[in-house]
């Protein structure tokens, strides 16, 4: 199969086993089977003999498919098309031999024992317990995704257990079939069974830093596992070592009020300490969006999660001063932090333990959430993370920094003081057990008395309530930036003829997203967009008003043009020939949607993978250079964020000069 017709279709690829059972999902569109490229060393007598077993599986599974149509919407189908991929990656990672053979006929029994127990009218039969690799099928780009479980042998669904959720560590060459061997602890099973917990531990796209599409998974996964088994909500814990360290800090600073602690084991917190850069040194809009994800930036959110540190003292991967740093800052604060450096031991040193730590163990059975705290301090800088516990921020003023609030209930329950910068309303729902009457509630308001107001379910409002109906606001469902584009379901168009330039251009982008998110993009022309894609998906555009029609229909609807071989931000004006632009928006011809567009040269050729989408904010004009500021990405020429309105704010929007 062609480059070009790996992304023609959703879920379509090189690989080698998927081919054919993705097939099953799109039989009426008549996709078929591509056979693979050799393997250096592979006899064809080998080949032949590993072929007729996957035209054997693949065609089981499209017995099922046709037999059951529900199959097709299942876990279990997703777990069979997880098998057949790692029978793919198998195949092509290892030399031909005994190890190679043995590892694909493994995966391949598996979904066969799975698909003959449909077959024969049966749920097939599944380990429940220990070790269990599960997936599902990821809503935005319809590939499969795994995740592992511990289950103790105790479990038994007749009380609740506790969650703890562990997020690995990176690996360049982490894939579907190798990331439990590469990154899964033994230890971890003992502390699963010693603290009553199911483990969870989320592939979440292999190395994301835990972030964007990465910790989406985390969370859905949680959801997942919450409504698969019984778990106390107050008593999940979120863990994770070396990335997964970072992105402990990350997702418990975004979502602090769903966990009873946070433990951080060799994981970064602080992105200045990591890259060695003063702050002041990247434009504003490189520093939110660094911000969002550092814990030395979310601080006021950890004050009611417990957290523990660990890290070994000669770490050579991540210095042990990011565990010193982020342990003195929140120390500092009166946080409840708890760090232990362990002396003599480098940065693998979980991987390499038998027994639990005694001070780790302590601290995980006794932890239990705080679900209604009287104080809360809250930093978002985006509205997809705008709730902690019983205030919701509704709207920011300046999409350029963070938007920060506190809320302190008085003893008696009879006032509440509530402070805030960069924010232009806020909902409140009120613990009941700690509000005396909400009727008479003094409220004052950054030092004012507020009058508030209640919404439709009763939940107090203070300042603007949002917009009318049919406004184009900024939501937590539509706020950017560009990487939200490729959050909810999504497909890629190009403009011009297969082959042409935008073609090819779009071509590296598709493969830019399999080779960060390990799912495979639907790309189509332009022309193959109907009214009824547009409803169900996020639209992702590559090139220009000439070749790509529909950016030309949406183009009088956004606050960025391109008209006449010129970019048009506000007053200013960029020659197209020579920069690109990335400009996300809700989608003016689907509400509820949101549309992207790239056009001109490739972004983040200088990126590595995992880090393709970290500096691109809700617009960006860019050179086809590399950025001299430490952050890998294009030099920027214009670059901002739009404001709640989606529209240019001054506040937000950073210039440099142009590369000459």
């Known amino acids: 199969m062609s480059r070009a017709g790996r992304f023609a279709c959703p879920g379509g690829s090189l690989l080698w086993a998927l081919v054919l059972v993705v097939a099953t999902r799109a039989l009426a569109q008549g996709l078929t089977s591509a ?45 069979v098309l997880l098998k057949l991929e790692q029978a793919r990656l198998a195949y092509e990672t290892y030399w031909p031999g005994a190890y190679r053979d043995g590892r694909v006929g493994t995966y391949l029994d598996e979904a066969e024992h799975m698909v003959q127990a449909i077959l024969g009218g049966a749920n097939p039969v599944l380990q429940t317990r220990g070790r269990i690799e599960r997936a599902y099928l990821a809503s935005n780009d319809g590939s499969t995704q795994p995740y592992l479980l511990y289950v103790p042998e105790s479990y038994d669904g007749l009380k609740d257990y506790g969650l703890l959720v562990y997020l690995h560590g990176y690996s360049p060459n982490l894939n579907k079939e190798n990331w439990v ?126 957290l523990f540190l660990v890290h070994g003292n000669q770490d050579w991967g991540i210095p042990v001063e990011q565990s010193r740093r982020m342990h003195d800052l929140l120390k500092a604060l009166g946080m409840d932090v708890r760090y232990v450096e362990l002396e003599g031991e480098d940065h693998f040193f979980f991987y390499q333990q038998t027994q ?65 910068d960069n924010v232009t309303g806020l909902r409140l729902a009120l613990p009941r057990e700690l509000v005396k009457d909400p009727a008479v509630l003094r409220i004052t308001w950054n030092g004012r008395p507020a009058p508030a107001s209640s919404d439709k379910a009763g939940l107090l409002m203070l300042g603007n309530r949002g917009p009318g109906e049919g406004a184009v606001v900024k939501t937590p469902a539509l706020c950017g930036p560009i990487r939200e584009a490729f959050a909810g379901p999504f497909v890629m168009a190009y403009g011009g003829k297969a082959g042409g330039l935008t073609h090819e251009r779009a071509l590296r982008a598709a493969a830019d997203w399999e080779e960060f998110a390990k799912g495979v993009p639907r790309l189509i022309p332009a022309s193959e967009v109907t009214d009824e894609l547009m409803a169900g998906c996020n639209l992702i555009l590559f090139g220009s008003p000439e070749d790509n029609p529909l950016i030309g229909k949406l183009m009088p609807h956004l606050p960025v043009k391109i008209e006449g071989g010129f970019y048009q931000v506000g007053t200013r004006r960029y020659d197209a020939g020579r920069f690109g632009l990335w400009v996300i928006h809700p989608n003016p011809l689907a509400p509820g949607r949101y549309v992207a567009i790239n056009s001109g040269p490739a972004w983040g050729r200088e990126l590595a993978e995992n880090h393709k989408y970290d500096f691109i904010p809700d617009f960006i004009v860019y050179a086809d250079e590399k950025s001299e500021d430490g952050t890998e990405c294009n030099k920027y020429v214009c670059a901002g964020f739009f404001d709640q309105r989606w529209q240019l704010s001054k506040k937000s929007t950073w210039y440099s000069e142009q590369p000459r």
């Open 35 to 79: 056979v693979p490229q050799r393997h250096a060393g592979d006899a064809s007598t080998e080949r032949s003999a590993l072929d007729q077993r996957l035209q054997k599986t693949a065609g089981l599974v499209a017995q099922a498919a046709a037999r059951d149509a529900q199959f097709l919407h299942s876990d279990l189908y997703a777990l």
């Open 181 to 306: 061997r590469y990154m899964y602890a033994d230890v971890l099973d003992q502390y699963a069974e010693q603290t009553d917990s199911i483990l969870l531990m989320p592939f979440a796209r292999s190395n994301t830093d835990f972030q964007g599409v990465g910790e989406d998974d985390v969370m859905l996964m949680i959801n997942r596992v919450m409504r698969d088994y019984r778990i106390a909500p107050d008593r999940v814990v979120l863990s994770g070592y070396s990335m997964g360290g970072m992105g402990a800090w990350t997702i418990g600073g975004h979502y602090p009020d769903r966990f009873a602690g946070l433990m951080a084991m060799s994981g970064r917190g602080d992105f200045y300490l990591w890259k060695g850069l003063k702050r002041e040194g990247l434009p504003g809009f490189k520093r939110k969006l660094a911000e969002q994800e550092f814990g030395a930036n979310l601080l006021p959110n950890y004050l009611h999660l417990p």
């Open 356 to 420: 639990c730590l005694p001070d780790l163990l302590e601290w995980l059975r006794a932890r239990k959430r705080v679900s209604s705290p009287r104080r809360i301090a809250f930093r978002t800088y985006s509205l997809k993370y705008n709730c902690a516990y019983w205030v919701e921020i509704l709207g920011i003023d300046d999409w350029g920094r963070a938007a920060e609030v506190t809320c302190d209930l008085s003893e008696d329950g009879g006032a509440l003081a509530v402070n805030s």
